[in-house]
């Protein structure tokens, strides 16, 4: 049951999470020690690399902490360090992890076991003197030949403001104007994750193009005000219709060439907004769906099952759990109610399978996150939420593109259900593609896993940049 859930935690952000660093005690071997600790943790098809990072300060003392480049987390601080001559135990309070290790005999490798929330997973860890970082080719470096102008970006009908950056072609003439939406989790302006900073590369190729762009940090994210784990879909919608309300006001930009991108969960953003608002001549669904969230999460989990090594019968044990608690959360708009029938069930799956000599089971800690995140405000939206309704009152143009490796997003199942959404509701101006061999990043891939997003070094595919770029300037022509 344990595999069951995992992604569920994974795709929710619960894992890891940024802070400051920690002072250990003093220990003969600091010098041995300083230095990156690279590993590999495993879990289902996903592969997250760790990183701990040791340093020496002044008084000999080692200063320990931990980075998750792969989910963005670059300083997660420890809460106490115990070294002895062969081994090494890390505590993590900030999110329940414990690291054990044992060091071989010259110090260049430690051999252990990370536990976090129930699971107990293996973990080992090389030494290398340099620091760790991942090469990123595509990411833009200054200096830019376009304007750069960090803004401020004010949501009236919430009372937050979002901070942003806008960049523009350059002066004397009105460009057409997008706004990019974040998919989901909190995410700051440039999207960043796994060492990847997407909507930075984006901008820069659009605004290079000739066209404005406009990136915000998520709400309570960097700079911008508001609480994220309270927000929905639908809050996150007039986040970005205020960003487009901000483009409006810019003597820069052409009023009349408006558009929204978004990526993911801001694939279904888009067409919110441009159902409602007539304003907006053009949306590009990166990766969006065009059927119910719960639909998404049923065919993103057989598609993470498929490079699991889990038997038939364990599979459809946890598409069976799955999907009962979907049906919990749906028939339970109490939160209380939802946690206690969840509770139950998985109690009662537990108890089965100690029955059937397994221990394939979930932890009461596992069991109570697992809970906060199905009940959560966002979940229980992105459920339900049918981007059909929103698709069929869109008439503005429309590019929608998926990658045919997407695990996340099955383009199969999506692309012909936004196309028929659009037919359905009379909206001839449309431009429908499958783009191969690329990841829900829009990456070049292998397989498509989300293992594979840290580790590949481009960032967009230059054919997917040049696809998005000259349909925009095609359509505002």
């Given at each position: 049951?344990?595999?069951?859930?995992?992604?569920?935690?994974?795709?929710?952000?619960m894992i890891m999470a940024a802070g400051n660093s920690a002072c250990a005690q003093a220990k003969p071997s600091t010098s041995k020690l300083s230095g990156s600790w690279v590993g590999s943790l495993k879990i289902q098809a996903i592969s997250l690399t760790?990183?701990?990072?040791?340093?020496?300060?002044?008084?000999?003392?080692?200063?320990?902490?931990?980075?998750?480049?792969?989910?963005?987390?670059?300083?997660?601080?420890?809460?106490?360090?115990?070294?002895?001559?062969?081994?090494?135990?890390?505590?993590?309070?900030?999110?329940?992890?414990?690291?054990?290790?044992?060091?071989?005999?010259?110090?260049?490798?430690?051999?252990?076991?990370?536990?976090?929330?129930?699971?107990?997973?293996?973990?080992?860890?090389?030494?290398?003197?340099?620091?760790?970082?991942?090469?990123?080719?595509?990411?833009?470096?200054?200096?830019?030949?376009?304007?750069?102008?960090?803004?401020?970006?004010?949501?009236?009908?919430?009372?937050?403001?979002?901070?942003?950056?806008?960049?523009?072609?350059?002066?004397?003439?009105?460009?057409?104007?997008?706004?990019?939406?974040?998919?989901?989790?909190?995410?700051?302006?440039?999207?960043?994750?796994?060492?990847?900073?997407?909507?930075?590369?984006?901008?820069?190729?659009?605004?290079?193009?000739?066209?404005?762009?406009?990136?915000?940090?998520?709400?309570?994210?960097?700079?911008?005000?508001?609480?994220?784990?309270?927000?929905?879909?639908?809050?996150?919608?007039?986040?970005?219709?205020?960003?487009?309300?901000?483009?409006?006001?810019?003597?820069?930009?052409?009023?009349?060439?408006?558009?929204?991108?978004?990526?993911?969960?801001?694939?279904?953003?888009?067409?919110?907004?441009?159902?409602?608002?007539?304003?907006?001549?053009?949306?590009?669904?990166?990766?969006?769906?065009?059927?119910?969230?719960?639909?998404?999460?049923?065919?993103?989990?057989?598609?993470?099952?498929?490079?699991?090594?889990?038997?038939?019968?364990?599979?459809?044990?946890?598409?069976?759990?799955?999907?009962?608690?979907?049906?919990?959360?749906?028939?339970?708009?109490?939160?209380?109610?939802?946690?206690?029938?969840?509770?139950?069930?998985?109690?009662?799956?537990?108890?089965?399978?100690?029955?059937?000599?397994?221990?394939?089971?979930?932890?009461?800690?596992?069991?109570?996150?697992?809970?906060?995140?199905?009940?959560?405000?966002?979940?229980?939206?992105?459920?339900?939420?049918?981007?059909?309704?929103?698709?069929?009152?869109?008439?503005?143009?429309?590019?929608?593109?998926?990658?045919?490796?997407?695990?996340?997003?099955?383009?199969?199942?999506?692309?012909?259900?936004?196309?028929?959404?659009?037919?359905?509701?009379?909206?001839?101006?449309?431009?429908?593609?499958?783009?191969?061999?690329?990841?829900?990043?829009?990456?070049?891939?292998?397989?498509?896993?989300?293992?594979?997003?840290?580790?590949?070094?481009?960032?967009?595919?230059?054919?997917?940049?040049?696809?998005?770029?000259?349909?925009?300037?095609?359509?505002?022509?």
């Open positions: 049951m344990k595999k069951s859930l995992c992604f569920l935690l994974l795709a929710a952000g760790l990183v701990m990072n040791v340093k020496t300060n002044e008084r000999d003392s080692l200063i320990v902490n931990f980075e998750s480049p792969d989910q963005g987390a670059k300083i997660i601080p420890t809460s106490s360090v115990r070294i002895t001559s062969d081994s090494m135990i890390v505590g993590i309070k900030l999110v329940s992890g414990l690291y054990l290790g044992k060091f071989n005999s010259d110090y260049s490798k430690l051999e252990g076991r990370w536990k976090q929330s129930g699971l107990d997973l293996p973990l080992d860890l090389e030494h290398k003197q340099e620091a760790f970082k991942r090469a990123r080719p595509q990411e833009p470096q200054p200096p830019f030949p376009y304007l750069t102008e960090d803004v401020s970006v004010r949501n009236e009908k919430t009372g937050i403001t979002l901070a942003g950056t806008l960049t523009l072609p350059g002066n004397g003439k009105k460009f057409p104007a997008v706004v990019l939406i974040t998919g989901s989790g909190p995410q700051n302006r440039d999207e960043e994750l796994m060492g990847h900073k997407p909507f930075l590369l984006l901008a820069d190729y659009l605004t290079r193009k000739g066209i404005a762009v406009l990136r915000c940090d998520d709400r309570g994210v960097g700079k911008s005000e508001g609480k994220f784990s309270t927000a929905t879909t639908f809050d996150f919608a007039t986040d970005a219709e205020a960003a487009l309300n901000f483009l409006k006001t810019r003597p820069e930009v052409d009023t009349s060439k408006l558009g929204l991108i978004g990526h993911s969960e801001g694939g279904i953003i888009a067409p919110v907004i441009a159902s409602r608002n007539k304003e907006v001549d053009f949306i590009v669904l990166m990766a969006g769906t065009g059927v119910t969230g719960e639909q998404v999460l049923i065919t993103q989990t057989l598609a993470i099952q498929k490079a699991d090594s889990s038997n038939e019968d364990e599979k459809l044990r946890a598409q069976a759990i799955n999907r009962k608690i979907y049906e919990i959360v749906k028939k339970n708009p109490d939160d209380g109610a939802a946690a206690d029938a969840i509770r139950k069930f998985i109690q009662k799956e537990n108890k089965a399978e100690v029955k059937r000599g397994g221990n394939d089971t979930l932890s009461s800690a596992s069991i109570e996150q697992s809970i906060k995140t199905v009940t959560s405000p966002w979940f229980r939206t992105f459920l339900t939420l049918d981007p059909q309704e929103y698709l069929r009152k869109v008439h503005c143009y429309v590019l929608a593109i998926n990658g045919d490796l997407d695990e996340q997003v099955d383009s199969k199942i999506n692309l012909p259900a936004i196309e028929q959404a659009l037919i359905f509701g009379g909206n001839s101006k449309y431009t429908i593609e499958e783009v191969h061999g690329v990841n829900h990043l829009f990456q070049t891939a292998k397989t498509g896993s989300p293992s594979e997003y840290g580790t590949i070094e481009e960032t967009i595919q230059p054919k997917v940049l040049e696809l998005i770029g000259s349909w925009i300037l095609q359509t505002v022509k």
